[in-house]
């Protein structure tokens, strides 16, 4: 994997089952974090280009979970369901991703926050249970360049919203 520029778009590596999706986002950790941890931040930028996000319901605790509805530009709405598994602020969060609890093709995420300079490092790492689901998600859902848009709208937002409303 290369290194990304603080504007760069974000950098993708992949393994038999393993997606992972880097970007330096010209932020520090602490915000990176929080956009990630807020369910008033994560509606506002969560998902690929042209979704939206709709929360049905949000406790951001290990154990909790969030359940939402994303939206696309196409009008099909995708059920989904993460439950966080590790949180440790504001250096990592691990997840459970699937369409509902229980969903026995749910994929595991890890998301680190280093610091890069004044800026934050974030790591995508996604497991999937086998590589014919990696494959599905890369070539049905194109789980890579969602994954690049995902973290490309989180980064616009914390460099615009985010930080803004922190320096006022």
């Given at each position: 994997?290369?290194?990304?520029?603080?504007?760069?778009?974000?950098?993708?590596?992949?393994?038999?089952?393993?997606?992972v999706i880097s970007r330096v986002i010209d932020a520090?950790?602490?915000?990176?974090?929080?956009?990630?941890?807020?369910?008033?931040?994560?509606?506002?930028?969560?998902?690929?280009?042209?979704?939206?996000?709709?929360?049905?319901?949000?406790?951001?605790?290990?154990?909790?979970?969030?359940?939402?509805?994303?939206?696309?530009?196409?009008?099909?709405?995708?059920?989904?369901?993460?439950?966080?598994?590790?949180?440790?602020?504001?250096?990592?969060?691990?997840?459970?991703?699937?369409?509902?609890?229980?969903?026995?093709?749910?994929?595991?995420?890890?998301?680190?926050?280093?610091?890069?300079?004044?800026?934050t490092r974030i790591e995508m790492r996604t497991v999937?249970?086998?590589?014919?689901?990696?494959?599905?998600?890369?070539?049905?859902?194109?789980?890579?360049?969602?994954?690049?848009?995902?973290?490309?709208?989180?980064?616009?937002?914390?460099?615009?919203?985010?930080?803004?409303?922190?320096?006022?």
């Open positions: 994997m290369s290194a990304t520029g603080r504007g760069a778009a974000a950098q993708s590596a992949r393994t038999d089952r393993e997606i520090a950790p602490e915000l990176v974090f929080e956009a990630f941890t807020e369910v008033r931040h994560l509606s506002q930028w969560w998902g690929p280009e042209g979704f939206s996000t709709t929360t049905r319901s949000f406790e951001f605790r290990v154990g909790g979970e969030w359940d939402f509805v994303m939206h696309g530009p196409d009008g099909t709405d995708y059920q989904e369901w993460i439950s966080w598994t590790e949180i440790v602020p504001p250096e990592r969060i691990a997840m459970l991703h699937g369409e509902s609890r229980g969903d026995p093709n749910a994929f595991e995420s890890v998301l680190t926050f280093a610091p890069d300079g004044a800026a999937f249970p086998t590589k014919e689901l990696c494959d599905e998600a890369v070539e049905k859902y194109h789980a890579i360049e969602a994954g690049q848009q995902t973290l490309g709208n989180l980064a616009a937002y914390v460099t615009g919203t985010v930080r803004k409303g922190a320096e006022d």
